[in-house]
């Protein structure tokens, strides 16, 4: 599939098309169409040569987190990185959102959270990014005192942002990527 989108987007005849009557070729210009034109030759033929591994999908299930409530998975694993879908507040018991404000919310999200990278082979401590997505921004810093708390030392790249509104109108939702604690092995 990419070899064939790569090949029609580099048709020289898609680059060198002139739009008006070209002028007279200078040597200069023969020189630059002809190294174009090699290199897309020379690019056409390094793209046929790659050969992608095949992709293994894990999919990640636990009963300790809140089972997926539509037609995604808790998380998934390619090539040791745990991709952890955005966790709400959610107990994983009654399958309700647990009572309370912004830090009870964001607890409960965290754990749960942490509950399904144990689950797919990581931690919290090897969490690479996280989308922080609010209902008010104005909740910022009592999330942020929950998620520092639990995450200690370790500082993952973040995004925070203000939403219009989240699934069963919580007020935080938490995804992250992290790797597998097995591929720093070695």
């Given amino acids: 599939m990419l070899r064939n989108a790569v090949s029609i987007a580099l048709r020289p005849s898609i680059f060198l098309r002139p739009t008006t009557a070209p ?3 200078s040597n200069a210009t ?14 056409r033929r390094a793209m046929s040569e790659i050969v992608l591994p095949d992709l293994k999908i894990g999919f990640v299930a636990t009963k300790d987190a809140p089972a997926a ?5 808790q998380a998934t694993v390619v090539h040791n990185t745990v991709y952890c879908s955005g966790q709400i507040a959610f107990d994983p018991a009654t399958m309700e959102i647990v009572k309370g404000g912004i830090e009870v919310q964001t607890q409960r999200v965290l754990d749960n959270m942490e509950a399904v990278l144990l689950e797919a082979g990581s931690d919290l401590n090897h969490v690479v990014k996280t989308n922080v997505f609010l209902k008010n921004m104005d909740d910022f810093a009592a999330m942020n005192g929950v998620y520092s708390a639990k995450f200690g030392d370790h500082r993952p790249a973040r995004a925070a942002v203000e939403v219009a509104r989240l699934p069963r109108d919580v007020d935080v939702e938490i995804e992250c990527i992290a790797v597998t604690i097995e591929s720093l092995k070695g």
């Fill in 23 to 25: 002028p007279p070729a």
């Fill in 30 to 43: 023969n020189t630059a169409i002809n190294n174009s034109s090699n290199f897309i030759s020379f690019f």
């Fill in 69 to 73: 409530i539509g037609p995604y998975s």
